[in-house]
T-cell receptor, first 114, second 115 residues
Framework: AQKITQTQPGMFVQEKEAVTLDCTYD???????LFWYKQPSSGEMIFLIY??????QNATEGRYSLNFQKARKSANLVISASQLGDSAMYFC???????????FGKGTMLLVSP | EAQVTQNPRYLITVTGKKLTVTCSQN?????MSWYRQDPGLGLRQIYY???????DKGDVPEGYKVSRKEKRNFPLILESPSPNQTSLYFC??????????????FGPGTRLTVT
């Protein structure tokens, strides 16, 4: 079974609108971390936001927030006020306790139109 | 500046010609890893290293070798490249077994084409 599932291969949003990128995960560990990375067309991997499994509040970083629903095992990324520069591939990833390995989803391509 | 560097950034080679992609980090990280990225598959781990002289296979190790003789360097070796190894390769590093909040730092990527 996949550990990280991103069900949206592509998403379209208009500039200045909010968008939610879905991510569900599978783990039996109690301690884990969830990450979102952005990959623009230039190819580099840019860290966006982190959520720990014991964090009680949803993580936020500027226009990015992580909607963490532990019981549903979901960690959706919310981008508020989309900008043209947000057009990129977005990856959700998980790191389980005691392991340094990141397991990635297959990604969601986000296109922001004017 | 804290960073992970990879060389070369782009490489076109022929089947069977041995090549090495270098990776170096300046953050004194214990953990280093190689991923390959293919369309529709996301990033998949090839090999990782928990510290000097300690390496282990990831999800897709066939056709690759690694070594970790120094803490800062973690080269990826393709002894006999084949076209199915055409991919975008990333090196990453982080502290080992640290609190989960420690992010992995990624190199800029190496785009390899094997003809």
């Amino acid at each position: 079974a996949q550990k990280i599932t991103q069900t949206q291969p592509g998403m379209f949003v208009q500039e200045k609108e909010a968008v939610t990128l879905d991510c569900t995960y599978d783990t039996s560990d109690q301690s884990y971390g969830l990450f979102w990375y952005k990959q623009p067309s230039s190819g580099e991997m840019i860290f966006l936001i982190y959520q720990g499994s014991y964090d009680e509040q949803n993580a936020t970083e500027g226009r990015y927030s992580l909607n963490f629903q532990k019981a549903r095992k979901s960690a959706n990324l919310v981008i508020s006020a989309s900008q043209l520069g947000d057009s990129a591939m977005y990856f959700c990833a998980m790191r389980e306790a005691g392991y340094s390995t990141l397991t990635f989803g297959k990604g969601t391509m986000l296109l922001v139109s004017p | 500046e804290a960073q992970v560097t990879q060389n070369p950034r782009y490489l076109i080679t022929v089947t069977g010609k041995k090549l090495t992609v270098t990776c170096s980090q300046n953050m004194n990280h214990e953990y280093m890893s190689w991923y390959r990225q293919d369309p529709g598959l996301g990033l998949r781990q090839i090999y990782y290293s928990m510290n000097v002289e300690v390496t282990d296979k990831g999800d897709v190790p066939e056709g690759y070798k690694v070594s970790r003789k120094e803490k800062r360097n973690f080269p990826l070796i393709l002894e006999s490249p084949s076209p199915n190894q055409t991919s975008l390769y990333f090196c990453a590093s982080s502290h080992t077994l640290a609190p989960s909040s420690y992010e992995q730092y990624f190199g800029p990527g190496t785009r390899l084409t094997v003809t």
